[in-house]
Nanobody, 126 residues
């Protein structure tokens, strides 16, 4: 079992930055690829970024590429999402998730995630 708890959301002006964190429990965290998704009001949940279990590989949605950076600290069992040059359209609840498969490949499909946090709200004002 893996438990995920997000933090770091809040209200920020357009052009600003925020860093989200996702704290995980479970001794196998370091073997799991980790993802960030987001869901804006009235929209479907969408993929934002993913990082491989070792941290050497990352993938981003086109909408955030060049502005967001995903990273992880396997000792602290935490995944981060550094968000810069935020836009109003980045406003959403941000979720940390994992498919929970040891040494698995990167997954971008929300339907393949087995574990989710409860989310943290990011609001970007114009």
């Amino acid at each position: 079992q893996v438990q995920l708890v997000e933090s770091g959301g809040g209200l920020v002006q357009a052009g600003g930055s925020l860093r989200l964190a996702c704290a995980a429990s479970g001794r196998t965290f370091s073997t799991y690829t980790m993802d960030w998704f987001r869901q804006a009001p009235g929209k479907e949940r969408e993929f934002v970024a993913a990082i491989t279990w070792g941290g050497g590989g990352t993938i981003y949605a086109d909408s955030v590429k060049g502005r967001f950076t995903i990273s992880r600290d396997n000792v602290k069992m935490t995944v981060y999402l550094q968000m810069t040059r935020l836009k109003p359209e980045d406003t959403a609840v941000y979720y940390c998730a994992t498919a929970g498969r040891q040494y698995g490949g990167v997954e971008l499909d929300a339907e393949r995630m087995d574990y989710w946090g409860k989310g943290t709200l990011v609001t970007v004002s114009s």
